[in-house]
T-cell receptor, first 118, second 114 residues
């Protein structure tokens, strides 16, 4: 069965520090998708990134970067020069794709509550 | 472009009652998924609808049901409410039934069962 582990329940850093959120996943499929979502206090899940299992390239988007390593089944998320507005709960998620690209539900990790102190 | 709209935003129900939650997807999106979020269990997949057909279902009892209309709007229903059904219910929509197209979430309906 698929599983996503976010071992860090809560992280607190001071503004401008870099912070890395860890995500480890388990799946028996060779084709799968990995996601990161941000959940601010308002409740909606804001999509950050999607990666399929065949694309191991790291990605950078502004202050955000993601490191995907199949060898360690990890998909870590780094925020550089953190800001107070980055405070939120961050979720890593996994979907095992049916052959042909069909979608099943997402399996989420428990989330990491990130607190950026001014 | 309007996002995913969920109504109502907040709901208080009594144990034993039933409840219906509504989700209007992004215009043109045909796939709608539902998730339950609780402090204890986290985010869990309920079901997904595509073109009015249920495509997948998570591990929830039969008290949880849903449907999708021809305009892609979706409703989920919970019958015989239990205290443990108190949760944030999130709806997500996608253009097609495929993770290649990504899913956009709504702000959720917070259900409290007393």
């Amino acid at each position: 069965a698929q599983k996503v582990t976010q071992a860090q329940t809560e992280i607190s850093v001071v503004e401008k520090e870099d912070v890395t959120l860890d995500c480890v996943y388990e799946t028996r499929d060779t084709t799968y998708y990995l996601f990161w979502y941000k959940q601010p206090p308002s409740g909606e899940l804001v999509f950050l990134i999607r990666r399929n299992s065949f694309d191991e390239q790291n990605e950078i988007s502004g202050r955000y970067s993601w490191n995907f390593q199949k060898s360690t089944s990890s998909f870590n998320f780094t925020i550089t020069a953190s800001q107070v507005v980055d405070s939120a709960v961050y979720f890593c998620a996994l979907s095992e794709a049916e052959s042909g690209g069909g979608a099943d539900g997402l399996t989420f990790g428990k989330g990491t509550h990130l607190i950026i102190q001014p | 472009k309007a996002g995913v709209t969920q109504t109502p935003r907040y709901l208080i129900k009594t144990r034993g009652q039933q409840v219906t939650l509504s989700c209007s997807p992004i215009s043109g999106h045909r796939s709608v998924s539902w998730y339950q979020q609780t402090p204890g269990q986290g985010l869990q997949f309920l079901f997904e609808y595509f073109s009015e057909t249920q495509r997948n279902k998570g591990n929830f009892p039969g008290r949880f049901s849903g449907r999708q209309f021809s305009n892609s709007r979706s409703e989920m229903n919970v019958s015989t409410l239990e205290l443990g059904d108190s949760a944030l219910y999130l709806c997500a929509s996608s253009l097609r039934h495929s993770w290649d197209y990504g899913y956009t979430f709504g702000s959720g309906t917070r259900l409290t069962v007393v």
